[in-house]
């Protein structure tokens, strides 16, 4: 079945480490994003990608990092400079035009111990 | 930059009654698309329905359907016969049309959700 996976599920993060969020699609989409979602905030945008080795910073790209070596993946690194870190993570991906919304993984839990 | 606004943070219905969740956006764009995304317990983020700015005809999918008044920049969305299994998180969002052809940025821009409680 076709669909967006995102790993791991859940993760947990020391105070000054990089972490990785993987998200891999097999859908065929040109176009792929990366939200947060915070309690009250609804999802923001981080960064998104339109095609392969091109990506965009969203509304709140500092502290964050991205790339898009290949169509189907498309991994969203946390760095130490990002000062709240701890949420909900999710990755989606959509056909690049047109009135088509967007599949979502199931998301990624990051915390910060 | 566009945004989008859902003013009911919680609305609550008994089931098997109708219930509509409110949304305005602004946008300079005459041309964009608009979602509604329902987030159950899960979190799993699932499209409820869509409409096309250029389409004057509201959108529907068996129970649930919309009111798009362009010119009010509004776009409510209808649960009828409501079910205990609508009970989720509702998310209005906003796609511009324009990306493409060299207008704006692309992404879904978001509203903060109505949390929609379903009374046994």
């Known amino acids: 079945d076709g669909g967006i996976t995102q790993s791991p599920k859940y993760l947990f993060r020391k105070e000054g480490q990089n972490v990785t969020l993987s998200c891999e699609q097999n859908l065929n989409h040109d176009a792929m994003y990366w939200y947060r979602q915070d309690p009250g905030q609804g999802l923001r945008l981080i960064y998104y990608s339109q095609i392969v080795n091109d990506f965009q910073k969203g509304d709140i790209a500092e502290g964050y990092s991205v790339s898009r070596e290949k169509k189907e993946s498309f991994p969203l690194t946390v760095t130490s400079a990002q000062k709240n870190p701890t949420t909900f993570y999710l990755c989606a991906s959509s056909i690049r035009q047109g009135p088509y919304g967007y599949t979502f993984g199931s998301g990624t839990r990051l915390t910060v111990v | 930059a566009q945004t989008v606004t859902q003013s009911q943070p919680e609305m609550s219905v008994q089931e098997a009654e109708t219930v509509t969740l409110s949304c305005t956006y602004d946008?300079?764009?005459?041309?964009?698309?608009l979602f509604w995304y329902k987030q159950p317990p899960s979190r799993q983020m699932i499209l409820v329905i869509r409409q096309e700015a250029y389409k004057q005809q509201n959108a529907t999918e068996n129970r649930f359907s919309v009111n798009f008044q362009k010119a009010a920049k509004s776009f409510s969305l209808k649960i009828s016969d409501s079910q205990l299994g609508d009970a989720a998180m509702y998310f209005c969002a906003y796609r511009s049309a324009n990306f493409y052809s060299g207008g704006g940025a692309d992404g879904l821009t978001f509203g903060k959700g109505t949390h929609l409680i379903i009374q046994p």
């Open positions: 946008t300079s764009e005459s041309d964009y698309y």
